[in-house]
């Protein structure tokens, strides 16, 4: 029953902005790592950015500087500020939790659509 979703995208002109968020909610604890990846037409999925429950951030080369990843360990909340977005933005972003109990357990939201018009 544990279940993650997304919220916030739509369709920007390039140079815009747009705030992602994710909720998770269900027997998930405090996931060890949450985060977003995307998917661009013909490209496989590839990570954005995560974090951990202890703060340490991973950025993508390509979003390094643009996109700011935050998170509320207390709401089991992870959410994605981008800005100065270009048409290869362009994705469908899911959110992402692992947890390590025992054994890892990975989780996935059901994907934002973002378009960023040229």
């Known amino acids: 029953q544990v279940q993650l979703v997304e919220s916030g995208g739509g369709l920007v002109q390039a140079g815009g902005s747009l705030t992602l968020s994710c909720a998770a909610s269900?027997?998930?604890?405090?996931?060890?790592?949450m985060g977003w990846y995307r998917r661009a037409p013909g490209k496989q999925r590839e990570l954005v950015a995560s974090?951990?429950?202890?703060?340490?951030?991973n950025y993508a080369d390509p979003v390094k500087g643009r996109f700011t990843i935050s998170r509320d360990n207390a709401k089991n909340m992870v959410y994605l500020q981008m800005n100065s977005l270009e048409p290869k933005d362009t994705a469908g972003y899911y959110c992402?939790?692992?947890?390590?109990?025992?054994?890892?357990?990975?989780?996935w939201g059901q994907g934002t659509q973002v378009t960023v018009s040229s």
């Open positions: 269900g027997d998930i604890g405090r996931p060890n790592t």
């Open positions: 974090m951990t429950s202890g703060s340490t951030t």
């Open positions: 992402n939790a692992e947890v390590r109990r025992v054994r890892i357990s990975t989780y």
